[in-house]
């Protein structure tokens, strides 16, 4: 069972305070703290379609509220405000955003395994840092190493940029899965629970600075390519398995096999290999052994 304290810290970035400024049951005596933003919880989807939800501007308060929402705000907003009578919250608009934190993209299917994302990552060079499994598909984060914060003196412009990041990085999951492409880049998403954390890696975060020459490095043939009429792929047998493509064999016996910053090394091969085992229906001890 993943710490739930280690994921919500890790996606929010320092954007909350770790305390509750009021009613604290773990503030030491005498702690201060500044304040920070906010973010916006929602106990179910019907009360999301209305606007009626919880503010929240402390870790503690989120912690208290384990497993009670569907959804929030993974990134912060400098304040929220609630209308008097309804419990209806405002303030999660873009230029009340205070920080970047996370891209999430949304797939709107399971059709297939949530490996077959992680697979992906490897392709791209930038491994998801958490996978949640949703009603209808999954929704993959991809974090920040350090959140992107936005201001007025630029005209918020890191808004404009951090979307265009954004889109692409949902073209690129287009390509193989189906993705809604019409998802707001920086509103509400699912919230991680006890019960729907398929997948989480802190180690996976990348700077605004790497995925930004990502997107500029974008070929045209792959933005164009998303455009198209999505092809689905259809399998030959339910026997056809990742265990049997080429790229397995010549990956399992590489001898040498060297990693930095940047390249995908030897732990990530491990992973890939662990993957198509598991993709191919094979059994641990399989994998441990090589056996194929």
């Excluded at 992906?120 to 209808?136: A, N, S």
């Excluded at 792929?233 to 590489?254: A, G, N, T, Y």
């Amino acid at each position: 069972m993943e710490n739930m304290n280690v994921i919500y810290k890790t996606i929010l970035g320092s954007g909350l305070r770790e305390f509750k400024y009021l009613n604290s049951h773990l503030k030491p005596v005498g702690h201060k703290e500044e304040m920070k933003g906010s973010i916006f919880g929602f106990r179910e989807k019907e009360a999301l379609k209305v606007g009626r939800g919880v503010i929240l501007t402390s870790i503690e308060a989120m912690n208290d509220n384990t497993d009670s929402f569907t959804h929030w705000t993974p990134n912060v907003y400098r304040y929220g405000k609630k209308r008097e009578f309804g419990g209806i919250v405002e303030g999660y608009n873009e230029k009340n955003l205070r920080q970047i934190n996370t891209f999430v993209i949304d797939i709107d299917s399971k059709s297939v395994n949530w490996s077959e994302i992680l697979l992906l990552g490897l392709e791209m060079g930038f491994m998801p840092t958490m996978i949640l499994e949703t009603p209808k598909g999954y929704q993959v984060y991809h974090v920040l190493s350090r959140p992107s914060f936005v201001t007025s003196k630029t005209n918020y412009k890191v808004i404009d940029v951090a979307k265009k990041i954004s889109r692409n990085l949902k073209k690129a999951y287009a390509l193989k899965f189906r993705v809604d492409m019409g998802c707001n880049d920086f509103g509400i998403a699912r919230v991680p629970r006890k019960d729907n954390v398929l997948f989480f890696d802190q180690d996976y975060r990348y700077s605004f600075g790497e995925w930004l020459n990502w997107s500029l490095k974008q070929s045209d043939s792959l933005l164009e390519e998303a455009k198209e009429p999505k092809m689905r792929l259809v399998r030959k047998s339910d026997r056809s398995r990742q265990i049997d493509e080429p790229w397995f064999d010549m990956l399992l016996h590489r001898g040498q096999i060297r990693g930095q910053k940047g390249v995908l090394g030897r732990n990530n091969a491990i992973l890939t290999l662990a993957l198509a085992f598991f993709s191919s229906g094979k059994e641990k001890e399989n994998c441990e052994f090589n056996d194929a």
